[in-house]
């Protein structure tokens, strides 16, 4: 069933349905409906993209819960943006902390939910042979020139329309591109306000040049968004341009920050009692708690990692925090409708739902408000749209839940416990004038004279606290992932950080060990030591500089390692295998491999036993027709969320991703 959006209108072209209104229009003269469709997902090549590879990991027992930064009970508790608990708050959700409740598409669930479906994350092996059978030879590629290479501005250059207006409104693939022009970039480090030479990128000209909307956000990152992972952003927010306006309707940039900052504001729950209405033109727009106003856009350009950079050096890349010039991917998000948490909940998500939006115009509706679009690297390494399974992805962590519509059309929706409308960076944004500058991991600093194998800079600002808990949000990370990122991976040049920083000689109980991967036994045992090692570490205060700024060595890579990191991404990029993983390691990481002590043993679907250090490929899933959970997964995570912290617990199920900073 296809359906178009006209002149701001949603219509249901086959079926009749009444229009409703759901965003601003473009220009009728010029506008071009926006082409959109149901498509099942079971037609994707990846029915299950939302659900990350991260998903999947082992915890190392109940050691290592990455889980909590994604499915908590927090903000929903909260009523802070988010219908979507994931903690145990929700009979139909379950508690994903605890489970590997991997819901199931229709019978007969082939491929299913609790089936790992990112082959190049599990098996690198297996990308490799691909790029072999096609005579492509990553050793022979140059990495340096590759992401000195700026994939972003020809990719600009092909959007059609009036780059002041979300929608190029002209049928073309490049149509919902964010008109955000890199030429412009990097923002004032003054005001974070994004200004251009040409006239026709701004809404208003000041003394320093003209006034594009966008205003880059400086936020803390997540562990999975750290130049460790490979891969760096930044993020601009742009409002309409109504909440530019004065009430006369003159532009006017005090009053455009004021009401950005009261965005900021709602979505950080810090609002004021007075804190009721936007300014300005805007005056008549209320101000909802942890929601964006309609019309809110976001950019978000994914960078490959350059450690030479920190934007002091133009010649090396334009931007600060490890950002090169190439860009792995531009993302983008409209608010093109209303969503409040009331809308909807858990009760009304539905697995089987189609995705809706179009391949070739690059866009999917996230079922909460927001139309997502996104642009890739083709082989060649220029941006190309996205493909619905892969927007999927986007859906998967960017979503939240509503009631179908009167006709019982539901949009594929997802989503995460701990987003706030949708969103990660602005409910993590600095506050004030830090918050509102280009994105720099910390302030990164590069050394120039760092060996290739070294760390490569410094960081500028110490651990933000996390306001519900009062614990540092790094410090928490470690002391309950017990790793670098998501997948609890630990990387060699972190590893041989803590090999030094630990040791009985320094006062611990231990020297800090390598993992023991020769029995189930020995690996869990290793894994306790080191969460109680590195526990001991945060506490003494060792992930920090003595004067109070984050370890640099936990933050950024040798120059080396990112090296080779954005190589094998490119092997992604060069088999265009997108849809079985972005993520890709030199070898499959330790925690997809089966250490369990035999209490807790579980089987292959088909009933075969895992031996000692097999990968995880899937795990066994509820097969009873009768059963309301027909087809969901019913492995343990081992995550105890009973047992105290002080005991090694890690479970957090009602985590809320909001902070203080307190800097050094």
């Not at 693939?173 to 006239?199: I, T, Y």
């Not at 006034?211 to 880059?216: D, F, P, S």
Request: aromatic share 12%; proline share 8%; charged share 20%.
């Amino acid at each position: 069933m296809r359906t178009d959006i006209v002149g701001g209108f949603l219509v249901c072209a086959t079926m009749g349905l009444s229009m409703s209104p759901i965003g601003w229009a473009q220009a009728a003269d010029v506008f071009a409906p926006l082409l959109g469709e149901y498509v099942d997902r079971t037609l994707l090549p990846n029915p299950y993209a939302h659900i990350p590879a991260q998903c999947y990991i082992e915890t190392s027992g109940g050691a290592q819960n990455a889980c909590q930064f994604c499915h908590t009970d927090g903000p929903y508790k909260m009523e802070l943006g988010n219908n979507s608990p994931q903690a145990g708050a929700s009979p139909k959700l379950g508690n994903l902390q605890s489970e590997y409740a991997f819901a199931a598409l229709r019978h007969p669930f082939e491929p299913n939910g609790s089936t790992n479906p990112w082959t190049n994350t599990l098996f690198p092996q297996i990308l490799r042979s691909k790029l072999a059978e096609r005579g492509i030879r990553p050793e022979s590629w140059d990495m340096r020139a590759w992401i000195d290479t700026d994939n972003w501005t020809p990719a600009f250059a092909k959007r059609p329309g009036d780059a002041r207006i979300w929608d190029g409104g002209i049928q073309h693939p490049f149509r919902l591109f964010p008109g955000l022009d890199p030429a412009d970039l990097p923002a004032s480090n003054g005001d974070g306000f994004v200004r251009s030479a040409k006239a026709a990128n701004g809404f208003f000209k000041d003394g320093r040049g003209h006034v594009t909307g966008w205003r880059a956000v400086n936020f803390f990152p997540y562990g999975l968004f750290t130049p460790h992972s490979g891969s760096v952003s930044g993020i601009y927010i742009r409002l309409p341009g109504l909440f530019m306006k004065d009430e006369s309707g003159r532009f006017d940039l005090g009053l455009y920050a004021a009401n950005l900052d009261l965005v900021a504001k709602a979505v950080q729950d810090r609002l004021e009692k007075n804190d009721t209405h936007f300014k300005g033109a805007a005056r008549k727009v209320a101000i909802e708690r942890g929601l964006y106003p309609e019309g809110t856009e976001f950019a978000h350009p994914l960078h490959y990692v350059d450690v030479r950079a920190d934007g002091r050096n133009p010649k090396i890349s334009p931007f600060p925090g490890t950002r090169a010039k190439r860009v792995k991917e531009i993302r983008y998000m409209y608010k093109i409708r209303k969503w409040h948490p009331d809308y909807g909940g858990p009760q009304f998500k539905e697995e089987d739902g189609p995705i809706y939006g179009h391949a070739g115009q690059g866009w999917a509706d996230n079922g909460a408000g927001w139309l997502l679009s996104a642009f890739i690297e083709d082989k060649d390494g220029q941006l190309r749209p996205q493909t619905l399974s892969e927007l999927a992805q986007c859906v998967g962590c960017h979503s939240g839940n509503s009631k179908p519509s009167e006709k019982g059309y539901a949009n594929f929706n997802s989503g995460t416990g701990n987003t706030i409308d949708s969103s990660w960076a602005l409910p993590r944004a600095y506050p004030g004038a830090l918050g509102w500058r280009e994105m720099d991991y910390l302030g990164y600093v590069a050394n120039p004279l760092a060996g290739d194998h070294e760390t490569p800079g410094r960081a500028v600002r110490g651990d933000a606290v996390n306001r519900l808990s009062g614990r540092g949000e790094l410090r928490w990370f470690l002391d309950t992932v017990v790793g670098a990122s998501l997948y609890g991976d630990m990387p060699p040049s972190i590893e041989r950080f803590l090999s030094v920083a630990i040791r009985k000689s320094r006062g611990f109980d231990a020297d800090w060990p390598q993992l023991d991967a020769s029995s189930s036994h020995g690996f869990l045992t290793s894994q306790v030591l080191r969460q109680k090692l590195l526990r001991s570490l945060t506490a003494k205060g060792g992930h920090l500089e003595t004067n109070g700024v984050i370890r640099a060595e936990l933050l950024y890579p040798p120059r080396s390692d990112s090296l080779a990191g954005a190589a094998r991404y490119r092997q992604v990029v060069a088999s265009q295998r997108y849809d079985f993983g972005k993520d890709v390691f030199a070898e499959t990481p330790v925690t997809f491999r089966y250490f369990r002590p035999d209490s807790e043993n579980y089987t292959h679907q088909d009933g075969r036993p895992y031996q000692e250090g097999d990968v995880v490929t899937d795990r066994p899933i509820d097969t009873d027709p009768a059963s309301l959970t027909y087809g969901v997964g019913t492995a343990s995570t081992l995550v105890d969320m009973n047992k105290p912290f002080e005991e090694g617990g890690a479970a957090n199920p009602d985590y809320v991703p909001l902070l203080d900073f307190g800097e050094p």
